[in-house]
Each structure stands twice: as structure tokens, then as C-alpha cells.
């Protein structure tokens, strides 16, 4: 069977658009040999790598009750927002494996906030290897791990295509953004306090009309169109084989969005390009991948 190995970024609750993609790759006939993720991407590619069929993550995904996921928890780092909720309902499924327990090679992205240094997390626990690929930086909490103070790998590789292609370069590479493309940059979504999360709605009105809260507004206007930025420029220097962008770039990674929409707009962004997957298996493709380097991109690292 020919395979993909796929990079899948991140997006937040856009994330659930990976679910789609994966289930398209597999219902057109081919395998995936590797995953890496970044963030929400890592989520979804995590529990694949651990064995679960689509349909028992498609299930996982429906049963996600957002006001159960969130707390402030003043003990943790500064931040926003604690996920330890959602690191309880995620253990109930990947429990206590470690990455040479996983189905395929699999591995996530994070950055060492202090110094400024990409990691490879594929070894040690999975289930903290997640914690350091999704601590959005200021909204949720660093992971800690000795000196290291590990966040959200999509501050610098946020679809890991260098990641996908030393996990397997022998085959593809199938890279998933949830990025909105450049003509769209204009028409970005504008963030607001989702109200699924622990905060009073009076309170949240007030924040949103105050001029500290315009002023975070401005701040994350630009601080969406950076991500798209930094997004598209990886995916030009990495050059994957084949890039797949599901339309979820009209929502915020915060936003409550209905899972089945997301899944299907993973498998159609996936449909919309099943023409092109013949000719990234032409042997000259192929010999092309056999000569590239097989040296990890980032520094490895066991958490």
C-alpha cells in the first residue's frame, strides 16, 4: 500500500479538521507510514499513532464537553487558563504510553521559551509530549521540564513538514495547514471570549468593552496574521510533497465549532486534491526523497 507521512499543524479547535483528513487518506486507499504534529495537530495524531480508528477519535471529539475542559488554576505558571481538565480526559485514552508503544513513528513540535530552541519530542511520555506541543504561550501554562520551560511548537514550526519527512523519507510528504491562504489574510476572524470558558459573562462583556480589551483585540488581530505569516513561510521552505488546507480559516482557534463540520471540510480539502497524489509517487520523486538528509531538523528530546 502506498503511504503518506503527514505534518499536521495546528489550529486549535480547528483541529478537528485533521480527523477528516486522515479518514479521506485512508477511505482513497492509502496508508500513513509517520505522523508529526504541532499543537492540535499532535492531539489528533497522537491518538491515531496509538492505535484508535477514525471513527473511535471522531467519537472522542463529539463527546468533548468545552465547560469541562477549562479552570484557572493559580498554582500553575502565569497564564490565562489551565488544561489540566483536558489532559484528565485525554489520559483516559492514551494513559500512561510512551512513543516506542505507538503503532508508527510519531513526534511533536515545542519550543524551549527561554532559550528559543525547537525541540523534537518522540520519545518518553506521550501524554506529556502533548502538554509541551499545545501550552499556548500566555493563555495556558509552560510545561516545565527541568530547566526547560517548553511551549506551543507553532511559535516556530507550526505544520512540521521537516519533522514528517525525517520520521519516514522514504515516502511523501502530506502536509496539513489550517491556516487561512494570503488572499484571505484580509478577512481573518476576530477573537473574542468564548463563552464555554470559566469566566462570568458580565465580566467578559465588560472586558470586551473596555479599552484594555480593544487593546488586546489589536493585539491578537496582529498576532493572527503573524501565525499566517510564519505558516506560510515554512510550507515554502520545507516544500512538502503535497499540501492539504481544509477551509476552517473563517474560525479562531478558540472558537466553539460544530466537530462534524470540521470533519467533513478535512475530508473534502482532501477529495480536492486526490488527483495530485499519483504523481508524488513517480520515481524520480522517489529518488529525490531518497538523497534528502535523514538528520533530525531539531534536537531530540525525551519528556
Known amino acids: 500500500m502506498k503511504s503518506f507521512s503527514i505534518a499536521l499543524g495546528g489550529g486549535g479547535t480547528k483541529g ?32 491515531y499513532a496509538c492505535g484508535y480508528s477514525v471513527q473511535d477519535i471522531e467519537e472522542m471529539a463529539r463527546n468533548l464537553d468545552y465547560t469541562k475542559l477549562f479552570s484557572i488554576n493559580v498554582t500553575e505558571p502565569p497564564s490565562l487558563l489551565s488544561l489540566n481538565k483536558f489532559f484528565n480526559y485525554l489520559k483516559v485514552y492514551i494513559g500512561d504510553r510512551t512513543f516506542d508503544s505507538l503503532l508508527i513513528p510519531f513526534a511533536v513540535s515545542t519550543v524551549d521559551n527561554r532559550s528559543g530552541k525547537e525541540f523534537i519530542v518522540n520519545q518518553g511520555s506521550v501524554l506529556n509530549a502533548l502538554k509541551a506541543t499545545t501550552a499556548v504561550s500566555g493563555v495556558f501554562p509552560p510545561f516545565i521540564h527541568n530547566s526547560y520551560f517548553f511551549v506551543d511548537g507553532g511559535v516556530l ?16 510528504v502530506m502536509a496539513v495547514s489550517l491556516n487561512a491562504p494570503r488572499n484571505q489574510w484580509s478577512n481573518l476572524p476576530k477573537y473574542t471570549i468564548p463563552n464555554y470558558l470559566p469566566i462570568p459573562e458580565f465580566v467578559a462583556n465588560q472586558i470586551t468593552h473596555l479599552r484594555l480589551g480593544k487593546a488586546v483585540q489589536t493585539f491578537t488581530d496582529s498576532l493572527e496574521l503573524m501565525m499566517n505569516m510564519i505558516a506560510w513561510l515554512r510550507l515554502e521552505s520545507d516544500r512538502a510533497d503535497l499540501i492539504i488546507s481544509p477551509q476552517v480559516y473563517h474560525h479562531t482557534m478558540y472558537d466553539n465549532v460544530d466537530v462534524d463540520e470540521m470533519i467533513a471540510e478535512g475530508v473534502k480539502a482532501v477529495r480536492a486534491r486526490s488527483s495530485d497524489f499519483t504523481p508524488v509517487f ?7 526523497r531518497w538523497i534528502k538528509a535523514s538528520k533530525p531538523p531539531a534536537d531530540c528530546i525525551a519528556l
Request: proline share 5%.
Open 16 to 47: 478537528f479538521a485533521h480527523i477528516g483528513v486522515i479518514k479521506e487518506i485512508l477511505n482513497q486507499g492509502y496508508g500513513i507510514s509517520a505522523i508529526a504534529g504541532t499543537s492540535a495537530g499532535g492531539i489528533v495524531g497522537a491518538l
Open 157 to 172: 514550526n507550526p505544520i512540521p513538514v521537516d519533522i514528517a519527512r525525517w520520521l519516514d523519507n522514504s515516502v511523501p
Open 282 to 288: 513517480s520515481l524520480s520523486r522517489r529518488a529525490a
